[in-house]
């Protein structure tokens, strides 16, 4: 039927077959390597680590014959309280992490949203730490926390022997924080997008109707602006219940495992403990977790909008 | 065709043949001096034959991972490896490392190389005499210390004072700890000692062992893979217990360290003893890197209740199993040249810690470095972790544990050593080696 359409178009337009590309050759030329490759770098890899979740194999010894074992890894996985522990870290991180992006971003987007002198060099400096690869902020902030030449101590007043990344206690709100410097930006980014979108006649009529601040705020700022700051939280609780590399490098999960996060664990069984059946039912149920709390968000942006 | 335009065919057609036919060795290592050290070794092999050799490395934290990815993929990336002593169980049952019996028989190389490092670095199972390793990195846990600060006519009158011996290298662990408290004063910016505490890999694990053998306790019996009752014994314990006392000692934030950080506090001058591997030492002679070069010490580890251990390190070269029988030849030619007395004299000389038991005893390796004496007595009392396929799992409960109880300073020794006893026996069972 394609080709027909080809056929016919091409009679009726020589023309265009000389000049442009005909939709079977753009299919062949673009659509089908395009599916070839998402299948081979994407699918086959998802449908191949579903079916190690339910055997017993190892990666470093491919040779070695896959057992089939069923649900048992899904199982002993619900069933480890290490799990839980894990799972309950991992969402202190995102929720003390979010929240604070939240509160830091949009009330900087609130101070930028308005006249002033410099306005888009001062937005493209606040930008800069989200363009900053997650390791390398890790290895950077690492050195800022440092007791004895980082500069965090010395600001807050702090004596050289207050450790953050070695105390237990501290090392979790020293990822989040580092985490707030990073992507706080992005909130912001979203949050000026929002504000600046709002029609100025609504504040006009605040304005003559004498509301106060924080009833426009209420009543007008926080509306309108709550769907993108929705997708900001979307994309930011996503990001930090798989967040790997900044805390790997900053950490490496410790001390003992106060911020061993669901990804650090789950790169040690894979990687370190080679424990590929049980690490690849671990990343099933992370990818469902992450699609369920992406479905209540959505669910919830949609409510939003309707209104 | 004009000449002009024939010459240039021709040139062309010899670099490209020159680059198709260029011989190439790739060895994969970890990113330390010993590195760049055998680069040095390989470019005189280089002037020699001609084949060119190169050493990629890669950080110590991802050796490990990253190796194994490229087995896992049967990658020939590298055509060898110079893997780390625990992995010959993993290289060998995986069939990533080619078995080296013939060229061991030809070379003489178990007769030629310490037992302790053929044993280690390159038989599997051990007592098997099958071989896959050539052993290259001889290494162990020792300690440099500030010797200037132990000559102090001041502090070894006030050490004296307090302690109520004389102010000298340790003899036990006992003394390392009393002489790690003396020094360490924070208000002054100076501390008594650095240990590894790193929760990668198994930097931890490393710095525990030499205490937990010394203080006679064990990580299992690694003939019968009982680990219960051994991990978790009150001798293991007592060492775990000693080597948090220890920690105390150490510099602030000292919770994620490893060689690196150890030599660059040690450099600094801030701390008295610091224990690392043999391998790091040559760079704290180096006045450029250590500005205290003329005030550096070294000796051996002190002995414990049950007598002198140390961690042992090193390497073996191993050829990857997945490339060419080209490459395998090239491979076989190197090791042939490297395993040679006289470029294992070389091997020393450039800085590498040979295993050569003639070059290791002579006079002349004794004295090159103020170190190699210590690293010469360590050898004869060194200890490993487990070596079965199964070791990165073992690795990673008690580095979590040991962690958890040293650092984080959560839940007592014998918790931690419990839930490691209890982690290793199930990866045992399930790995088949008991019921």
Sequence with gaps: MAVGVHKEATNSQPGLARTGLSDLSIRNLFIIPTIAFLACMNIFPLIWSLFLSFHEWRANLPDEKAVYVGIQHYRDILNDPAFWQTFSLTAQYVLYAVVGELVVGFGVALLLNREMKAKGVITTLLLLPMMMSPAVVGLFWKLLWNPGWGIVNPIFGLANDYAWLSDANRALWAVVITDIWMWAPFVMLLSLAGLSAIPKHLYEAAEIDRASWWFTFRNITLPLVTPLLLIAIIFRTMENFKQFDMIFTMTGGGPGTSTEVHSIRLYRMAFQSWDTGKSSAFAYILLIMVIGISMIYIKYLNKIKER | MNLLKKLTLGILALTISSALYAQKLTIFWAEWDPAN???????????????????????????????????????????MVVGDSQWVGAGVKGGHYVKLNDFFKEHKVAETMTAGTVAAYA??????????????????????YRKDWFEDPKEMANFQKKYGYKLDVPETWAQLKDIAEFFHRPDEGRYGVTVYTGKGYDALTMGIENVIFAFGGSLGDYATYK???????????????????LYQFTPPDWGDTFFAEANQVFTQGKVAMSMNYFAFFPALTNKKVNPHVAGTGYFSNPKGPAGRFAALGGQGMSINSYISDSQKKLSYDFLAWFVKEENQRKWAEVGGFTCNKAVLESEAFLNATPFNAAFKETMFMVKDFWAIPEFADLLEPIQRNMHQYIVADQGTAKEGLDNVAREWKEILKKAGYTN
Excluded: C, R
């Design chain 2, 37 to 79: 050290q055998l680069q040095e070794l390989a470019e005189m092999y280089t002037e020699e034959t001609g084949v060119d050799v190169v050493v990629e490395t890669t950080p110590w934290p991802d050796f490990q991972t990253k190796t194994f990815t490229e087995f896992a993929a049967k990658g020939s990336s590298f055509d």
């Design chain 2, 123 to 144: 038989e599997y199972p051990q007592g098997s005499k099958n071989y896959y390793a050539i052993p290259t990195e001889g290494d162990a846990d020792g300690w440099a």
């Design chain 2, 227 to 245: 680990v219960e009752g051994l991990v978790n014994s009150k001798e293991t314990i007592a060492a775990v217990e000693y080597y948090k006392e």
